[in-house]
């Protein structure tokens, strides 16, 4: 009896151990990899037909785990992730725009993000924008467009090259919206929540008047005349914030979402559903990616998205809603197959 009350303490001990801190694990697994799951990784979740191009997915060493995101073993198409040298090469480019600390007094404040500009990028021309979010240990330089060999990049440029997308604008700015970077701790975890105010005041306005965009800048124009030609989507705290705020509260002005193992705290379905009541702007399409074995997303993503088209009749599946779970872990290999297959879903509407 003594050793049953013992051993249930034990149990006990390393149930409560393991639990830990939820974020803390978040933030190590968004930096980890594994080379076993890598090899394990099949073709058949493409939403292209593989076909025989599939064949090196797991030739790639690595040094930091940090570039590790950018080598894993890749459920993209190789011929989609080479990089480009040629005349079929965007460019990234870093800005620096006033926002403000919204999480905090509100103060001015300068901020960065990396944008990727399409080959052959011209003001003749008009660009639909995807802003794409990090994780909650991340920054505007998670997704890797701060390097030349950026994954984002190399699949913005194939996918136009190819021929399966019109070319878009992307930018990854710093998903915090206050005077905060990640090593803040839980301040700027809270500013999380609060980017809606940034997107419409400070980020989405900078790009629409330095760049050459479907919106009709000018001092207090209409963010929402635009919005079949704007998309939000995330990893993680990322996708979080693609439902929370893209969804949540700037259905006005983004017509395209994509949710990456979306973290706890997203809204949960019956709660998205009540806030889309009466809405009539048109949900174009919400594409959402989450692996089985992602320990820090799937129970959340799943309650966030995964009944929407049950509890809310603006979602349609396969026609502009899909849920789509594989083998997988709260990883790169999710988000970048996440990013190559809403890179085509979005802007196919209008
Ligand atoms: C949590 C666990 C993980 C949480 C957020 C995360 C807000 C985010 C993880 C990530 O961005 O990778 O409890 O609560």
């Not at 870093?94 to 901020?111: L, P, S, V, W």
């Not at 052959?120 to 802003?131: A, R």
């Not at 905060?180 to 008047?209: C, H, M, T, W």
Request: aromatic content about 12%; overall charge negative.
């Amino acid at each position: 009896m003594k050793n049953k009350v013992l051993a249930g303490i034990l149990v006990m001990g390393l149930l409560l151990t393991g639990c830990g801190n939820d974020i803390e694990k978040a933030i190590a697994q968004e930096t980890s990899y594994s080379e076993e799951a890598d090899s394990a990784i099949s073709d058949e979740i493409l939403l292209e037909d593989a076909s025989s191009e599939n064949t090196d997915a797991s030739s790639s060493s690595t040094t930091t785990p940090q570039e590790a995101h950018a080598e894993v073993g890749n459920m993209v198409l190789p011929r989609y992730t080479a990089l480009r040298t040629d005349e079929g090469a965007g460019t990234i480019e870093r800005i620096t725009y006033t926002a403000h600390d919204y999480a905090g007094d509100g103060h001015e404040f300068t901020k960065e993000a990396n944008i990727y500009l399409p080959a052959g990028y011209s003001e003749d021309k008009k660009y639909n924008v995807m802003i794409l979010l990090h994780g909650i240990g991340g920054d505007e330089d998670e997704w890797g467009m701060n390097k030349s060999t950026s994954r984002v990049k190399a699949i913005m440029d194939n996918l136009a090259y190819y021929g399966d997308i019109e070319s878009f604008i992307v930018v990854t700015p710093n998903g915090r919206a206050g005077d905060y970077k990640a090593e803040n701790g839980s301040s700027a975890i809270d500013s999380f929540y609060v980017f809606g105010q940034e997107l419409r005041n400070d980020l989405i306005p900078y790009i629409d008047s330095h760049y050459s965009t479907y919106a009709d800048y000018k001092e207090g124009y209409d963010l929402s005349e635009a919005r079949a030609h704007r998309a939000i989507a995330g990893l993680s705290m990322g996708g979080m914030q693609t439902i929370n705020i893209g969804i949540g509260e700037c259905v006005d002005m983004f017509g395209y979402f994509g949710a990456f193992s979306a973290a706890p705290t997203s809204n949960i379905a019956s709660k998205t559903a009540s806030i889309l009541e009466g809405n009539e702007y048109p949900i174009y399409y919400f594409y959402n990616i989450c692996g089985l074995q992602d320990r820090t997303a799937y129970s959340s993503h799943s309650a966030a998205a995964k009944t929407l088209p049950s509890v809310c009749n603006q979602f349609v599946d396969g026609e502009n809603y899909m849920w789509q779970e594989l083998d997988g872990q709260h990883d790169f290999r999710i988000w970048y197959l996440g990013f190559y297959n809403f890179a085509q879903l979005a802007f196919s509407k209008e």
